[in-house]
C-alpha cells in the first residue's frame, strides 16, 4: 500500500511549456484533489473530483486542467505554463465527503522560468 | 467555510507539552475542527478533528471551547520531529474541500 504517490518530484519548465503531474493513489478513494503551495503560504484548492469522470473547480483553477478516467489516477495537466506556476503541487485522496481525511502525497516542486 | 486565526510560530521546549491556539469565532454549527501539520518539504498529515467534544487520539488533544469559537491542539510531550507548520482548519460536513490558512510554525527545541 503506497499511498498517495505523485511524480516527478523536481520540475524545471520554460516558460510557454507544458507538463502533466502525475497522481496514483492504491487506497480506492473516490475523492482527489490538488493543491498548490507558494512559499511560506498555505495550501491553495486548484481542482478536485469526487469520482471518474467528475471533476470540478477549487480555489484558484486558472491555468490547469485536470481529467479523471480512472479511480486511480488524478493527472493535473499545466498547458502554457508561466512564472506564477512555479510552486510545489500536493495531490490527495480521501475516501468520502464527509469527516473523512485526506491523505497527501510528497508534493512536486515545479519551477517556471 | 469560517476562517481560522492563528498565531504566526511557537516555540516549545523538549519533552514539554505544546499548546497551540485557534480562533474560528464565526464557525457554524454543522462545522468541524480539523487539524494537519506539514514537516518541511513533505505533504500536510491528519493530526485530529472534532465538533463539540474534547477528542484525543495517538498524537494529540484537541479542547474546543463551548461556545466553539476557539481550540487548542496538544501535543503533551513535543519532540524535535514535531518542529513543523500546524494548520487549523474548520469546515462543514459535506464540504470535503480543505482551506488552509498560513498555520502556526511550532519550532521545538532541546
Known amino acids: 500500500n503506497a499511498g498517495v504517490t505523485q511524480t516527478p518530484k523536481f520540475r524545471i519548465l520554460k516558460i510557454g511549456q507544458s507538463m502533466t503531474l502525475q497522481c496514483t493513489q492504491d487506497?480506492?478513494?473516490?475523492?482527489m484533489y490538488w493543491y498548490r503551495q507558494d512559499p511560506g503560504m498555505g495550501l491553495k484548492l486548484i481542482y478536485y473530483s469526487v469520482g471518474a469522470g467528475i471533476t470540478d473547480k477549487g480555489e484558484v483553477p486558472n491555468g490547469y486542467n485536470v481529467s479523471r478516467s480512472t479511480t486511480e489516477d488524478f493527472p493535473l495537466r499545466l498547458e502554457l505554463a508561466a512564472p506564477s506556476q512555479t510552486s510545489v503541487y500536493f495531490c490527495a485522496s480521501s475516501y468520502g465527503p464527509a469527516l473523512d481525511t485526506q491523505y497527501f502525497g510528497p508534493g512536486t516542486r515545479l519551477t517556471v522560468l | 467555510d469560517a476562517k481560522t486565526t492563528q498565531p504566526p510560530s511557537m516555540d516549545c521546549a523538549e519533552g514539554r507539552a505544546a499548546n497551540l491556539p485557534c480562533n474560528h469565532s464565526?464557525?457554524?454549527?454543522?462545522?468541524?475542527v480539523y487539524w494537519y501539520r506539514q514537516i518541511h518539504s513533505q505533504g500536510p498529515q491528519y493530526i485530529i478533528h472534532?465538533?463539540?467534544n474534547n477528542e484525543t487520539n495517538e498524537m494529540a488533544s484537541l479542547i474546543i471551547t463551548e461556545d466553539r469559537k476557539s481550540s487548542t491542539l496538544i501535543l503533551p510531550h513535543a519532540t524535535l520531529r514535531d518542529t513543523a507548520v500546524y494548520y487549523c482548519i474548520v469546515r462543514v460536513l459535506y464540504g470535503n474541500k480543505l482551506v488552509f490558512g498560513a498555520g502556526t510554525i511550532l519550532r521545538v527545541k532541546s
Open positions: 487506497m480506492n478513494h473516490n475523492y
Open positions: 464565526t464557525i457554524s454549527g454543522n462545522e468541524y
Open positions: 472534532g465538533l463539540k
